[in-house]
């Protein structure tokens, strides 16, 4: 009974994330600078999602959203969405590397809690946030508009401020959510850990 309650905690969050990124694509975009790759919400979302829920869960919500979108529902930004889209825009490595970025997020929180000290909460944000998340967009971008890759990394500096403010807001929000909630991305090693005791 209980590992039943946990599996259908787990789906709830992960349908529960994946909506939140989607409901952040509802303000729609801000294009500037030279390329068509626009400014969104939608990165907060992802991540609140592996800040919050972890590796795991994270991930699978991401993925959820990508399955979504790529059959067809406009959930990105802008009401975008389609296979279509996935092959040939400009912004689509920016959104393949969600997937990177929540694993990455999610794993490191994990490792750094109960305490979850900001400053380590910050710097593994960033990384995943932001770095591993341009990674993959910057080569795509510049594949995509046959830009050179220096002009695509310059293009991304725009990306940068507004960035670096969703990581303090998801590291921020992340704190009260785990002060709140200690146990939601352990909870689940624990129960492996006793179940794994009562066999010997």
């Known amino acids: 009974m209980s590992h039943r309650r946990n599996s259908a905690r787990d789906l709830a969050q992960i349908a529960i994330f994946a909506a939140l990124i989607a409901a952040l694509g509802l303000p729609g975009s801000l294009a500037i600078g030279s390329t068509a790759v626009p400014i969104t919400f939608q990165t907060l979302g992802v991540m609140l999602t592996g800040a919050i829920i972890g590796a795991r869960k994270g991930f699978l919500a991401v993925l959820l959203f990508h399955v979504l979108t790529i059959a067809g529902l406009p959930l990105l930004s802008g009401g975008r969405g389609g296979i279509s889209w996935y092959t040939t825009s400009p912004s689509a490595g920016y959104v393949y590397g969600w997937l990177l970025g929540v694993l990455f997020i999610g794993y490191f929180t994990a490792k750094i809690l109960p305490a979850y000290p900001l400053?380590?909460?910050?710097?593994?944000?960033a990384i995943g946030g932001i770095v591993l998340i341009y990674a993959v967009g910057?080569?795509?971008t510049a594949m995509n508009l046959h830009l050179p890759m220096w002009g695509a990394v310059v293009d991304s500096f725009k990306f940068l401020p507004g960035d670096l403010i969703k990581v303090v807001a998801t590291v921020l929000?992340?704190?009260?959510?785990?002060?709140?909630y200690p146990d939601l991305l352990v909870t689940n090693t624990r129960a492996r850990v006793r179940v794994g005791s009562d066999s010997h």
Not at 119 to 125: E, G
Not at 173 to 180: G, I
């Open 119 to 125: 400053w380590a909460a910050f710097v593994i944000t």
């Open 138 to 140: 910057i080569p795509v």
């Open 173 to 180: 929000v992340a704190k009260q959510v785990h002060r709140a």
